[in-house]
């Protein structure tokens, strides 16, 4: 933790440093120019991933990564272990070799109510022949364990749980989540080497648009945060683990030493609440802040109970409270099992799962061609909302929980996350169930399903099947492609029905005359939706290319692409590596791109398309106006009346600025209009986001 002064040292160190615009000749000046960038990014990770309070824009940020990347590839001598730099590029890591833990990393037993906690507490007493116990409360992070070992103030190694005494080494992957710091000064407690224990987690709102990104890149969604980050932590490729948004969380100072080996704790560090208080002051990410120090069960109980009911506020998944006896001394006393210490308990929340039955399985068409098994269960209610359908995402996952049709399943459903389904409960099988077969050809075109190598996803391919095609339709009308209001889902589907609509192009040649005819419809709404159809023609060239809906385009790449061209068909002749050079496209999404403009169906779509008028050519003026907003990020809530929802993030771009989509401690300007919600009351708990009016936000972009 850096002190009220340090902070503003290093703030004013920040400003000097960005009007550095390149590295210095001299290996001396370019030494001193290092260390002051690896303090002021440090300083500056430490209050975006722990604090969650950024003092520099992301821009600012960049601009300080980049200048120090550059003086160490200029002078690669300065290059140290522990620069920011070295958290990236580590390349693909193809084994995790098993590494023992200093100290076994034993499971917790579990408590479900008072009276649990009320005999956890005569035991303790007992053991440890005592009258009174202080306990260290603190919650229970629902995420992936990792061990951290610390030697000489660096971060040497990182590992998973394991069995608990063995854990496979992850220190590549761990050394990209920059809520981690790479060193840490432990010798300012005496402390030469030190094991700490910790949860990798995501944010549920990070969660939430991570799932959002692979629905609209039409991949399958996570079952949840835990799961995320337990399979992120084991990918080969540490880039890609870097991009899932996780944090770890330090909750526990399991070993440390002094330089003659003597044990830490105990001596000089007495207490749990102690250690909590030195990972907090070291910069790491700890429950410091969230625990509280019980002098009585029943304190401790009421603790638990007052975090039951607030859960759902808190940013990160938690599953329980966990209950440790506070002072060092008394732990050794108390003593633990093979299996789990018995100073320590979890109280574990009410449960967020129920059992039902599998009454179908049924298998959904996306509009990229993806096939879903959807479980049709007994409709239950579950946190809140009644549950009757459930994914099951792809083949494998419904091979590997071995549901059938009859089943007793157990589901759960974790805060906003979607609900699915944990197992199937083979002891209460009658005989009468039956096993799900994946088809071989589409339910909706009965072609032929084909699974690409290296996917779980299997696909109908053909570009004409129905569902596809309504599908991709309805993507192509929506609000951020071509925007044709009144050409909602419901629409497009009656008009699939009635044969008004088989074909992205047929939404140029309706026939209004007909429609017009149409229950719900007349002279005035038909006009409406012919108006509203010739002014999509003139759409900017990115919005067709994302309402194409290509696998793995978002609106970001759909930008991108159209600022690499002249007109759209420039893509037909854009190889894998053309592609690749492009801003933030990798070989996966490079070949959705090659896979879509070789298809000669497509190109006949879009040369259609350019027939009746579309827009089909970019446009090489710059976009940006002005910078007066550059380096700040922005969201607009409620409902806007001077101005639509796309018109105000164009602005934004329009003068340098960027558009987010949640509320976060990146998010500079939250503009509110009329009948702001969740996202408002979100935004009025940070302090550093500013709160406008529609108004407030014209003046500013004036």
């Known amino acids: 933790m850096y002190s009220k002064q340090q902070q503003q040292d290093l703030i004013h160190l920040s400003q000097k440093l960005l009007k550095v615009d390149a590295p210095p000749s001299h290996k001396n000046e370019a030494g001193d120019l290092v260390h002051e960038l690896r303090n002021v990014i440090s300083f500056h990770d430490w209050k975006y991933y722990v604090q969650n309070d950024p003092a520099v824009s992301d821009f600012e940020y960049d601009k300080l990564f980049k200048l120090l990347k550059k003086t160490e590839e200029q002078f690669p001598e300065l290059l140290m272990f522990d620069s920011p730099t070295q958290r990236v590029a580590y390349g693909l890591t193809k084994e995790f070799p098993s590494v023992a833990h200093l100290v076994p990393m034993l499971s917790l037993d579990n408590s479900y109510d008072e009276a649990d906690l009320i005999e956890f507490d005569r035991r303790v007493k007992d053991l440890a022949e005592v009258e009174t116990v202080e306990y260290c409360v603190e919650p229970k992070f629902d995420g992936a364990s990792i061990a951290l070992i610390y ?36 010798s300012k407690y005496g402390i030469k080497k030190a094991e700490l224990r910790g949860e990798v987690i995501i944010q549920k709102e990070k969660f939430k648009r991570i799932n959002e990104k692979r629905i609209e890149e039409g991949l399958s969604v996570f079952a949840n945060p835990r799961n995320s980050a337990s399979g992120a932590l084991r990918m080969q490729d540490s880039k890609e683990v870097a991009g899932r948004g996780l944090e770890g969380f330090m909750y526990h100072l399991a070993y440390a030493v002094d330089a003659n080996g003597k044990n830490v704790l105990r001596d000089s560090v007495t207490s749990h609440e102690q250690s909590l208080e030195i990972l907090y002051t070291l910069g790491f990410k700890s429950p410091y802040e969230i625990k509280k120090v019980c002098k009585t069960i029943n304190e401790v109980a009421q603790f638990c109970e007052h975090w039951q009911e607030k859960r ?21 006393l108390t003593g633990a099992t093979s299996h789990h210490p018995r100073w320590a308990m979890a109280y574990k929340f009410k449960a967020r799962q129920a059992t039902t039955q599998l009454n179908a399985v049924i298998f959904s068409v996306g509009r990229t061609g993806a096939i879903t098994p959807i479980a049709q269960v007994e409709p239950v209610y579950l946190a809140g909302v009644t549950i009757s359908n459930i994914s099951l995402f792809n083949e494998e996952i419904l091979r590997e929980k071995d549901v059938r049709i009859g089943d007793t399943v157990l589901i759960e459903r974790a805060g906003d996350v979607i609900p699915y389904i944990v197992k199937s409960i083979p002891e209460a099988r009658n005989g009468n169930e039956k096993i799900v077969h994946f088809p071989k050809e589409c339910p909706s075109c009965n072609s032929t399903l084909v699974k690409t190598e290296g996917e779980a996803i299997i696909r109908c391919v053909n570009v004409n099947c129905p569902v596809q095609v309504a599908g991709r339709i309805i993507h192509f009308v929506s609000g951020d492609a071509m925007d044709i209001r009144g050409l909602g889902e419901s629409i497009v589907s009656k008009f699939f029905e009635e044969g008004l609509l088989k074909t992205i192009p047929d939404i140029y040649r ?107 050519t970019a446009d090489k003026t710059s976009s940006v106006k002005s910078d007066k907003l550059q380096g700040q990020t922005f969201l607009f809530t409620g409902t806007l009346e001077k101005f ?19 509320v976060s401690s990146k998010l500079n300007y939250l503009v509110a209009g009329a009948s702001a919600g969740s996202k408002l009351e979100k935004a009025k708990k940070i302090a550093s986001i500013k709160i406008l009016t529609e108004e407030e936000f014209l003046e500013l972009v004036k």
């Open 151 to 186: 030697e000489n103030d660096k971060l040497i190694r990182g590992a998973t749980r394991g069995d608990g005494a063995m854990g496979e080494e992850i220190t590549n992957n761990v050394k990209v989540l920059r809520s981690l710091p790479l060193s840490a000064p432990f």
């Open 312 to 332: 759902d506020s808190f940013p990160y998944e938690i599953d329980g409270m966990v209950v440790k006896v506070n002072k060092y001394r008394l732990q050794e």
């Open 510 to 616: 309706l026939d209004f005359e007909k429609i017009k005819t149409l229950e719900g419809f007349g002279e005035k709404s038909a006009v409406k939706l012919q108006s509203a159809i010739e002014a999509s023609k003139t759409q900017p060239i990115h919005r067709v290319i994302f309402g194409l809906g290509i696998r793995y385009v978002g609106e970001t790449t759909a930008k991108t692409l159209a600022k690499n061209i002249n007109h759209i068909l420039d893509l037909k002749e854009k190889t894998l590596e053309q592609l690749q050079e492009m801003e933030d496209i990798g070989p996966k999404v490079a070949g959705g791109i090659l896979e879509f403009f070789q298809n000669q169906d497509n190109i006949h779509l879009l040369q259609e398309l350019e027939k009746f008028g579309v827009n089909m």
């Open 644 to 662: 639509s929802r796309n018109e105000a993030e164009e602005m934004v771009e329009a003068n340098g600025g960027k558009n987010v989509g949640s």
